[in-house]
């Protein structure tokens, strides 16, 4: 048994590409060490539309290949061991990603499904479910939305700095911990999703809530099941309201 931070992040400097791709060595080593410390066998680097190898120096911890691809609805992961280098953002629809994973021999992920996403409702052949380590996802319906297509659950931090990692990880049921063990395990379902349940990440996973809230970014609680409604992201977010049927119960005040 391994276990994987399935989704992280290398840089700092999201809105400075330069500085950022500079920086991208000492990220990955700060995540790794992170991720050491916090018993972790290792890490899926997952940054935004490209892919690069890291050389830890010698250092003994697995730093695995993966790419966050933003498609056409939402982001995916692509995890394995031949990720693309880069991807055109927005360009690509799910099922183009799902189909360029498999010919990599990766494993396609849905990522954070209900946080600015509609990659859930693709017709697309994904290998698993991501619990997203930010908690922006209710818990029930990721859980529906696996059960519903069948698919198993895996985690991953979204760590966009080195503290944030290890808070979602992955269980892999696997002899050897390599990028292509751990492509097999997720599309074998021998994955288990553990999540940092402690107060002070409970307290971490509300921000996120109220800031992504702010942001138009999160779909809101409706009597709708998962999957409809007005996409994140747009102006409206909430689904229309529904109709009284024939035979609601109705309290006048």
Not at 216 to 222: I, K, Q, T, V
Request: hydrophobic share 35%.
């Amino acid at each position: 048994m391994f276990t994987v931070d399935l989704h992280t992040h290398t840089r700092f400097f999201h809105g400075v590409p330069a500085l950022g791709r500079a920086f991208d060595p000492v990220g990955a080593r700060l995540l790794a060490r992170t991720a050491r410390y916090r018993d972790l066998d290792a890490v899926v680097t997952t940054n935004h539309d490209y892919y690069r190898e890291f050389d830890l120096g010698g250092e003994s911890f697995a730093v695995l290949p993966g790419i966050e691809v933003t498609t056409t609805r939402g982001h995916a992961l692509v995890v394995g061991p031949d990720p693309p280098a880069r991807t055109p953002e927005g360009e690509l629809t799910p099922t183009q990603v799902v189909e360029l994973a498999h010919d990599r021999d990766c494993a396609a992920i849905i990522a954070h499904p209900f946080r600015n996403s509609t990659v859930r409702e693709a017709d697309a052949d994904f290998d698993a479910v991501e619990v997203n380590g930010k908690g922006t996802d209710p818990a029930e319906w990721v859980e529906q939305l696996a059960e519903a297509r069948d698919l198993p659950l895996v985690g991953g931090s979204d760590a966009h700095y080195p503290v944030e990692v290890g808070r979602a990880y992955t269980e892999i049921e696997a002899d050897e911990l390599t990028p292509e063990s751990l492509t097999a395990a997720i599309r074998d379902g021998r994955v288990e999703p553990r999540v940092d349940r402690s107060p002070s990440q409970q307290l971490l996973r509300r921000a996120y809530k109220a800031i992504h809230g702010q942001k138009g970014w999160l779909e809101h609680p409706a009597p709708e099941p998962p999957g409809l409604g007005t996409p994140p992201g747009e102006d409206e977010n909430a689904p229309p309201p529904r109709e009284p049927e024939a035979g609601d119960a109705r309290t006048d005040t």
